[in-house]
């Protein structure tokens, strides 16, 4: 089955804790991204990446890294969580369009939602 | 001003009614828009993609106004498996999405 699969699906952490959020898609999709998902905010992407190796920043990547080191792979890293981090995060990918603007379709994981105490 | 507007409802409409949305983008360098259904905080699913000359699937219209910026979503024959929140998501050229905040649709029996 084609699928986006993030882990955890629910975490509660505290501040300055460390943590990996990671998403794998099995549709050998060169772009995937990140984006969280605030109540009066709607979705915000966090990072992008256009193949392995290549990765941007997207509208709100502070307090964020991420790496593509494989093409099914892009864990989203939070170094030093901080409460206004809690929210929840979708992974998404897609196969990557031309540069005058893409119509394919993302496909998002499940969700993994992160309270940050 | 947020990049992309979308009047948050809800909408509540009686099954069987015709409903529409619009979305408004302020970059004028936007290329592609799109329609994704989310439902309660579940992940968002492509519902429809926009196209200059409008595009239609089924009971659902999308249209692209260029001029004045802005895309809409006409839903006929309101199903109580409409109910969804749905977002406008405006594509620039570059690898960037940006999502409106959403319109809440409930459709009532």
């Known amino acids: 089955e084609a699928q986006v699969t993030q882990n955890p699906r629910y975490l509660i952490t505290v501040t300055g804790k460390k943590l990996t959020v990671t998403c794998s898609q099995n549709m050998n999709h060169e772009y995937m991204s990140w984006y969280r998902q605030d109540p009066g905010l709607g979705l915000r992407q966090i990072y992008y990446s256009m193949n392995v190796e290549v990765t941007d920043k997207g509208d709100v990547p502070e307090g964020y890294k991420v790496s593509r080191k494989e093409k099914r792979n892009f864990p989203l890293i939070l170094e030093s969580p901080s409460p206004n981090q809690t929210s929840l995060y979708f992974c998404?990918?897609?196969?990557?369009?031309?540069?005058?603007?893409?119509?394919?379709?993302?496909?998002f994981g499940p969700g993994t939602r992160l309270t940050v105490l | 001003r947020k990049e992309v507007e979308q009047d948050p409802g809800p909408f509540n409409v009686p099954e069987g009614a015709t409903v529409a949305f619009n979305c408004t983008y302020s970059n004028s360098a936007s290329q592609s828009f799109f329609w994704y259904r989310q439902d309660c905080r579940k992940e968002p699913k492509l519902l429809m993609s926009?196209?200059?000359s409008g595009n239609e699937d089924g009971r659902f219209t999308a249209q692209l106004n260029r001029a004045s910026q802005y895309i809409s979503l006409l839903i006929r024959d309101s199903k109580l498996s409409d109910s969804a929140t749905y977002l406008c998501?405006?594509?620039?050229?570059?690898?960037?999405?940006?999502f409106g905040t959403g319109t809440r649709l409930k459709v009532l029996a």
């Open positions: 998501v405006a594509n620039s050229g570059t690898y960037k999405y940006i």
């Open positions: 998404a990918s897609s196969t990557r369009g031309t540069s005058g603007g893409s119509y394919n379709e993302q496909f």
């Open positions: 926009v196209y200059s």
